[in-house]
């Protein structure tokens, strides 16, 4: 088990930028694929961005390609995620997550360790 804050979030305008972190309070990062999770008020829970244990390999959602980028420090214990020109739609609770077993999982049900979402709105 990982214990994983998430910080980073606010409110911004549109096309405006943020760069969300995700520490592990307790635990190291550096055994586990991560991956970005984004909700919405009565939506799923949406993939966006997944990461191999190692940094060197990624999966990100179409719906956000080329503008949101996930990377990792693993002697930082911390993952990332920078998100560029910033879209009304990306309104929602973002959470980063954890997995030891599933390559890139893009599932929510395949991630066990989560952390308690940092909100993020964008004005236009």
Do not use: H
């Amino acid at each position: 088990q990982v214990q994983l804050v998430e910080s980073g979030g606010g409110l911004v305008q549109v096309g405006g930028s943020l760069r969300l972190s995700c520490a592990a309070s307790e635990g190291s990062l550096s055994e586990y694929v991560m991956g970005w999770f984004r909700q919405a008020p009565g939506m799923e829970r949406e993939f966006v961005a997944a990461i191999s244990q190692g940094g060197l390999t990624t999966r990100t959602a179409d719906s956000v390609k080329g503008r949101f980028t996930i990377s990792r420090d693993n002697a930082k214990s911390t993952l990332y995620l920078q998100i560029n020109t910033l879209k009304p739609e990306d309104t929602a609770v973002y959470y980063c997550a954890a997995q030891k077993y599933v390559y890139l999982a893009a599932s929510p049900r395949q991630y066990e360790n989560w952390g308690q979402g940092t909100q993020v709105t964008v004005s236009s």
